[in-house]
């Protein structure tokens, strides 16, 4: 939209130019008012354009703060259940992690492609990775919740 918007700016502005200096004793508005128009056209556009990058870059602005704080919450919480680990029932431990991470694991989640808009794709690939084993050892925790392993659920905490 940006590029059309200068090509309309241009044009306007050399289609302007040229019809008025076709006659120098009067100018030929007939011809030069569409032509400032257009170049209006082009300005509006320009900046609609500019208006919609403004707010993507807020969007992930946003999003970002989403992410610190649902990462900084899953690091707590996950510091306070593996010291309190000893003392949960290891039938319990599932239902616990489910109380405890789900919101902020799908906050990450929903947010996490701003990591590639304002770092880069590498960026995002190696929080990525992180993100993903620490969710395996999670999920590992959780399976062996379930099927009463403690010392495997001690292990993946």
Not at 24 to 29: A, G, K, Q, S
Not at 65 to 90: C, N, P, Q, Y
Request: charge should be negative; charged fraction near 25%.
């Amino acid at each position: 939209m940006r590029a059309l918007g200068l090509l309309l700016i241009w044009g306007g502005f050399l289609a302007g130019a040229y019809f008025s200096v076709l006659d120098t004793e009067t100018i030929p508005w007939t011809l030069v008012g569409p032509c400032l128009v257009v170049g209006l056209i082009g300005v509006v556009l320009v900046q609609l354009d500019a208006r919609g990058k403004r707010s993507a870059t807020d969007a992930v602005q946003a999003n970002l703060g989403k992410l610190e704080g649902s990462l900084d919450r899953i690091v707590e919480k996950a510091a306070r259940l593996d010291t309190a680990k000893e003392s949960l029932d290891v039938y319990e431990v599932r239902h616990k992690i489910d109380d405890l991470f789900m919101e902020d694991l799908d906050t990450f989640v929903q947010a996490r492609e701003s990591i590639c808009y304002a770092y880069g794709l590498q960026a995002y690939a190696d929080v990525l990775s992180h993100f993903a084993t620490s969710e395996r050892y999670l999920n590992r925790s959780w399976s062996a919740s379930t099927d009463g392993y403690i010392e495997e659920v001690h292990k993946y905490i």
